[in-house]
């Protein structure tokens, strides 16, 4: 039996600093719930000289990896690098010495998560994941373990908390793109360089990794259906309230007999739906199962320590599994062969604003182009004029697929009565 759990930490930023914190402020806890203490032996950093605002003594630091993954008293390596070549090599190398890890890392773990996890099986070792997504929301650890005896069917969620903050600030204060952006970068929840987070890449990089567990499969990050907030444009969210709706940058995943569809991108959701009132920096997750029924996750998506207790949380189970000889029992082979669904089977219904020109005789040639495709419509809505002399039209179509759209738009671009198509978004919000 151990009398103590010596960690190995790999990076000392912001979820890594968090992670020392907790470590150190609930030791006591800690310590109760397990048996053992837990302390963090060696860190891993670029400057081992560097004068830092911690607990942990200066001794402990250093800019050598093996120092920390070959260290035979050190029984967990906990990966916040960022980045994905040295971090994955650096939970290879782990995993190959025999060694449980925690990460942190989503890039990681979307791209290479299937090879990781397959190591982990083969060198009966732990590899544990929660803080990937939703920051300090225990999503992984109930698609594992709390819905573990349920089919899920399908995904839902706000999983970019970047994005979601500056909907948030366009729509209630009615703030400019650029202005809910530079609010963002300001206050900590938009990166330097916000590109991943806007262009949608991180929430992809999310929703493959929940996808992939909650289905049971090796979903790749490349299947996944991408645009990104970009492709809103000046007068979207206002006529998204006029017609009962919140605009939001969501994720979707579904899983029936005809394979997997999975998208991020940025939707039209019916307002009487729990995911049109997460606002600001919060993510959420609604679930929908065969037996649970419909549920919803919600909280913190980013910061320090919410995503620092995350991984916490994953090192007291890594640390259970220690003291009780189970470490690497979990198998994670998939279950199920992977099949992505084409666009003809994704089923949907789209919201078009479509710029015309002011003339008699348009609308029905945009309603035959419709009907040309096997569109049906459910609102047809002549909106307010443009500065060159157009006018915006309004189409919402009943469920059609997302080949049915993607060709309605192509024949729209190539029509003469039409300026151009200002913008489309999904609409969703009913149980799907």
Do not use: W
């Amino acid at each position: 039996m151990k009398n103590e759990i010596n960690i190995g930490l790999l990076g000392f930023g912001v979820v890594g600093s968090g992670v020392a914190e907790i470590l150190h402020r609930h030791q006591e806890d800690l310590s109760h719930k397990l048996g053992v203490p837990v302390k963090i032996k060696k860190v891993l950093v670029k400057d081992a000289t560097k004068k830092r605002d911690t607990v942990l003594a200066q001794e402990i630091f250093t800019t050598d990896s093996d120092e920390v993954i070959e260290d035979p008293s050190i029984d967990l390596i906990v990966e916040v690098i960022g980045g994905t070549i040295e971090a994955k090599q650096a939970i290879e190398k782990a995993l190959r010495a025999g060694k449980g890890v925690v990460t942190a890392n989503k890039d990681v773990m979307a791209q290479f998560g299937h090879e990781l996890l397959k190591l982990a099986d083969e060198h009966k070792c732990d590899l544990f994941y929660e803080a990937s997504v939703g920051g300090g929301i225990p999503l992984i650890r109930t698609l594992e373990d709390g819905l573990a005896s349920d089919r899920i069917r399908a995904l839902t969620g706000i999983v970019n908390g970047t994005t979601n903050f500056i909907l948030t600030k366009m729509k209630h204060e009615k703030k400019t793109y650029e202005e809910a952006l530079a609010e963002a970068t300001e206050l900590g929840f938009a990166e330097a360089d916000p590109s991943a987070d806007v262009d949608g890449m991180d929430a992809a990089r999310k929703m493959t990794i929940l996808a992939s567990l909650a289905f049971s499969t090796e979903v790749r990050l490349e299947d996944v259906f991408v645009r990104g907030m970009k492709d809103i444009q000046n007068g979207d969210l206002a006529l998204a309230e006029q017609f009962g709706f919140t605009v939001k940058m969501a994720g979707f995943a579904k899983k029936d007999d005809d394979g997997i569809e999975i998208s991020v991108e940025p939707v039209f959701i019916q307002n009487s739906h729990p995911l049109a009132s997460v606002n600001n920096e919060f993510n959420a997750v609604y679930v929908y199962g065969d037996t649970v029924g419909e549920t919803m996750f919600y909280g913190p998506g980013a910061g320090s320590l919410p995503t620092a207790t995350s991984v916490t949380g994953d090192i007291v189970a890594a640390c259970r599994n220690l003291l009780l000889g189970v470490n690497g029992k979990r198998l994670h082979a998939p279950q199920h062969a992977y099949t992505v669904k084409e666009d003809k089977q994704i089923i949907g219904r789209y919201f078009h604003r479509i710029s015309v020109k002011d003339e008699v005789g348009v609308l029905s040639k945009l309603a035959s182009v419709y009907s040309n495709h096997g569109a049906s419509l459910a609102t047809v809505v002549q909106h307010e004029g443009d500065n060159n002399g157009g006018v915006d039209l309004i189409m919402i179509t009943h469920s059609i697929s997302r080949q049915q759209h993607l060709d309605i738009m192509n024949e729209l671009h190539n029509t003469p009565a039409v300026n151009g198509v200002v913008s489309y978004y999904r609409v969703e919000g009913e149980n799907r």
